[in-house]
């Protein structure tokens, strides 16, 4: 789609929110609970069951205000609802078709536009965000942030830069990945491994592990080193086209990789790439091939229980508490994998936490974009996190452990974190505890 189509009222005839969608929601209110925007501010329309009545109202010719539009950019997408609503309404489904028809269609401030812009200049492309790592990593060590803090300059900067310095994790040196990595013992399956924008710039450690547990397990591990973003940033935020430019490339890209499955460590876009048939449901060429190519995708703890271990486990005698990433407990239904792998560790603890289903704040690129309420957010689940008196925070997100992590230096707390592999490859190595707690 290069041509904006006329429209009637908020939306135009390409991919609206569908009507029929919008009729499975019977109101009922049992979304509300779990909506962390009216867990926040109380307001109607600032719930699903208030911005599907905005759909409603938009399909039906209202037109698309700079109100109705603050209240679809205050959802973060994080679909709790959908685990709480009865009536199995598609609220993301519903929420990304409305956020392609915000982005076609509203004009935003400069300001915000230009965030949006540098946002989506950057993140979307790894090599972009590896060239930051340098000079990410001497900022870090000439303590320039601190100093900043300290005569109150960082506190002059627009609210979503300071939140975007705040969240940058430690630079530490990169783990490079060979584009194989053959399977220990008895071949069980070939795995495709997809090793993500700000996993691999960021957080290549975790990647890392995962090429390693899936080799201890038995899987010959097929790393493709020319590929790009899978699209999910751009998804969840609107860029529709855009994100069916990434989703094309990657599809190419894994085409000919002859893997049984296709692994993923980031709950977001491992949310994404089983979207894919919908996204690219009117793409003649690409239709097929999404089909085929979601149908293989398999998050990395999803896919380890359905192999079943082989590797021996180690002790790993530590308390933990496991952070339910949004998009892999909601977006995917993947909650008892995560903690059926960890508990299988001999001697360690694990903890829930608090209003898990509630998100942490992050939510792809929430954070910057809608600071404040992303803080409250993260500053709850800190603390939710803290009564749990666990030495080591667990969880499946990149954003999701930058996010806990500034909440809890907020808080002037710090706490080891970890993902879900790097637990489990510190036991199938032998690691001991100790290499989780630093």
Same mark, same amino acid.
């Given at each position: 789609m290069t041509e904006t189509p006329a429209r009637h009222g908020a939306f135009d005839a390409f991919n609206p929110p569908q009507r029929e969608l919008i009729d499975d929601c019977v109101h009922c209110g049992f979304c509300l609970p779990s909506c962390p925007t009216y867990e926040l501010w109380g307001e109607e329309m600032d719930s699903p069951r208030g911005r599907i009545y905005l759909m409603k109202e938009g399909l039906e010719g209202e037109p698309l205000t700079d109100n109705v539009v603050e209240h679809f950019d205050a959802c973060l997408g994080c679909m709790a609802c959908v685990t709480a609503c009865p009536s199995g309404v598609q609220y993301g489904t519903l929420i990304t078709e409305t956020r392609a028809?915000?982005?076609?269609?509203?004009?935003?401030?400069?300001?915000?536009?230009?965030?949006?812009?540098?946002?989506?200049?950057?993140?979307?492309?790894?090599?972009?965000?590896?060239?930051?790592?340098?000079?990410?990593?001497?900022?870090?060590?000439? $303590?320039?942030? =601190? #100093?900043?803090? !300290?005569?109150?300059?960082? @506190?002059?900067?627009? %609210?979503?830069?300071?939140?975007?310095?705040?969240?940058?994790?430690?630079?530490? $040196?990169?783990? =490079? #990945?060979?584009? !194989?990595?053959?399977?220990? @013992?008895?071949?069980? %399956?070939?795995?495709?491994?997809?090793?993500?924008?700000?996993?691999?710039?960021?957080?290549?450690?975790?990647?890392?592990?995962?090429?390693?547990?899936?080799?201890?397990?038995g899987c010959d591990v097929v790393v493709p080193p020319s590929q790009g973003c899978c699209g999910a940033l751009s998804e969840h935020s609107g860029r529709e086209e855009e994100a069916i430019r990434f989703a094309r490339d990657l599809l190419d890209t894994f085409e000919e990789s002859g893997v049984d499955h296709v692994v993923i460590n980031s709950a977001g876009c491992g949310s994404t790439l089983k979207e894919y048939p919908r996204l690219l449901q009117h793409d003649p060429e690409y239709r097929e091939k999404a089909e085929r190519f979601s149908a293989k995708v398999r998050d990395i703890a999803e896919l380890l229980v359905e192999l079943g271990p082989v590797a021996e486990r180690h002790p790993l005698p530590v308390k933990i508490a496991y952070h339910d990433a949004c998009h892999l407990a909601h977006g995917q239904g993947i909650r008892s994998q995560p903690r059926e792998l960890l508990r299988a560790i001999p001697e360690l603890e694990l903890s829930e936490i608090n209003r898990a289903e509630l998100c942490c704040g992050s939510a792809g690129v929430y954070n910057l974009l809608q600071p404040e309420a992303a803080r409250e957010l993260g500053d709850r689940k800190a603390a939710n996190v803290l009564d749990t008196g666990a030495q080591l925070l667990v969880t499946a997100n990149p954003g999701c452990s930058m996010q806990i992590r500034t909440a809890l230096e907020r808080r002037d707390e710090e706490m080891s974190m970890a993902h879900t592999v790097q637990v489990l490859d510190a036991s199938i190595r032998g690691l001991g505890a100790e290499s989780l707690l630093r």
């Open positions: 028809q915000v982005e076609r269609h509203h004009k935003r401030g400069r300001f915000e536009k230009l965030m949006r812009t540098a946002i989506f200049t950057l993140f979307p492309y790894p090599k972009r965000l590896r060239a930051m790592r340098g000079p990410l990593a001497l900022y870090q060590r000439s $303590r320039l942030g =601190k #100093l900043l803090k !300290r005569t109150g300059l960082m @506190g002059k900067l627009p %609210a979503g830069l300071q939140v975007m310095e705040s969240l940058a994790p430690p630079i530490n $040196r990169v783990e =490079k #990945l060979p584009s !194989r990595v053959p399977a220990q @013992g008895t071949k069980r %399956a070939t795995v495709g491994m997809i090793t993500g924008c700000v996993q691999s710039a960021f957080f290549p450690d975790v990647n890392a592990a995962t090429a390693r547990i899936l080799s201890a397990e």
